[in-house]
């Protein structure tokens, strides 16, 4: 299933070190607001170390991860939803995706100016928020108009959407997310076709920078007040060095952790951010797995049988008979497919069965 995240912030705060730290793919970095014009897009594979387990075990001739598809977009500034800077065209790009994740800058260098001049990333995130409230804003207002003349009719399902438009404009005016708004099932359902940008899942990258002074390490105020502040909201994060991260990605891995200590950067920030962005779309992986390919497919968490078949074939919905399932772990118990069914550990399940994370399929059609 295609799915995509773009990747947004203010001007100067690294969203393209970020972008070429996922991907190994060069964009244009500069010094200046709107360096990169174009939008620039990556797929970017989900790190599951399962993959190489259940390769050597099938001995499969190739391994295909899932992966996640990255969009890199312009700095956003103040008043982007009046068309400030390349404001229309950059809320379009993110429109687009699928989820946002919010780059923030939490070092301070005095050779990468801030948009604004001063390091505040509450603020950074606030500007950032508003400019999509106010951008979602005008879509609601512009619908509202729209949906009158169907509503007047007694057109049902309009009646359903101007209910919803409603309640989105009382809480887009008051500064919040629409996502917040008190939307029933079919009321979201009836919006859904506007693809509002603060309806989508969020999550925030905070960028730091090796031999930079980073709020975290200086036990900055600043730096406590943005982590209370994402937990309020219940936000999902990760911390990266978007710099570091970049130079490592053509690195041998044997070399990384060497590298690793010597920067003082301990964990992979890539990884959680790539594995924090799969959650954040409440997605899993489910493997099949032979001498052909070890493969992890993506599905949504709470995807049945024939749903998660469909990522491989439509067939494989529409004609599904049943399936047989192992669990990972199962699996690397028995040591082998051929001993894990000797033991009874391979189950066949129909129609009603809900997909396990880790979960080897084998469908039936």
């Given amino acids: 299933m295609g799915l995509s995240i773009g990747i947004v912030g203010l001007p100067n705060v690294g969203k393209s070190t970020l972008f070429r730290a996922l991907t190994r793919k060069e964009v244009l970095i500069a010094n ?56 229309n065209q950059f809320l379009q790009h993110i429109r687009e995706t699928d989820a946002i ?24 995130i606030e500007t950032i928020n508003l400019e999509l409230v106010l951008a979602d804003l005008q879509t609601v207002a512009k619908r509202l108009g729209s949906v009158e003349r169907d509503v ?23 500064g919040k997310l629409a996502s917040v708004a008190p939307l029933s099932d079919k009321e979201r359902e009836a919006v859904r076709g506007l693809q509002l940008l603060t309806m989508k899942p969020i999550m925030y990258v905070l960028n730091k920078k090796a031999g930079g002074h980073n709020l975290d390490e200086m036990n900055d105020d600043r730096y406590h007040r943005l982590i209370a502040y ?30 690793r200590r010597e920067f003082g950067v301990l964990t992979d920030g890539v990884d959680e951010l790539i594995r924090s962005a799969y959650r954040l779309l409440g997605l899993m992986s489910y493997f099949t797995t032979g001498e052909d390919e070890t ?66 399929i084998e469908f039936k059609i």
């Fill in 101 to 124: 994740a919010e780059v923030v800058r939490i070092f301070e260098d005095a050779d990468i100016t801030h948009v604004s001049g001063t390091i505040d990333p509450i603020s950074d």
């Fill in 295 to 360: 493969r992890a497919w993506t599905v949504k968490v709470g995807a049945t049988a024939p749903e998660a078949g469909q990522a491989i074939h439509t067939d494989f919905k529409e004609k599904f008979i049943r399936a047989e399932v192992l669990s990972y772990d199962k699996l690397i118990e028995a040591g082998s497919y051929a001993k894990a069914r000797e033991k009874g550990w391979v189950r066949t399940e129909g129609k009603e069965y809900v997909v396990k994370e880790g979960d080897i």
């Fill in 230 to 259: 994402l937990h309020g909201i219940g936000a999902v994060y990760a911390i990266v060095d978007a710099g570091i991260e970049g130079e490592l990605r053509d690195v041998a891995e044997e070399e990384k952790e060497s590298l």
């Fill in 32 to 87: 200046y607001p709107f360096a990169t014009i174009d939008p620039s897009v990556g797929v970017v594979a989900v790190p599951d170390p399962r993959l190489k387990v259940l390769t050597d075990i099938s001995h499969s001739a190739k391994t295909i991860p899932a992966a996640v598809e990255f969009v890199d977009i312009a700095g956003l500034v103040k008043g982007a939803s009046e068309g400030e800077g390349l404001g």
């Fill in 152 to 174: 007047k009719r007694g057109d049902k399902t309009a009646l359903i959407e101007q209910e919803a438009l409603k309640k989105l404009d009382m809480v887009l005016s008051g």
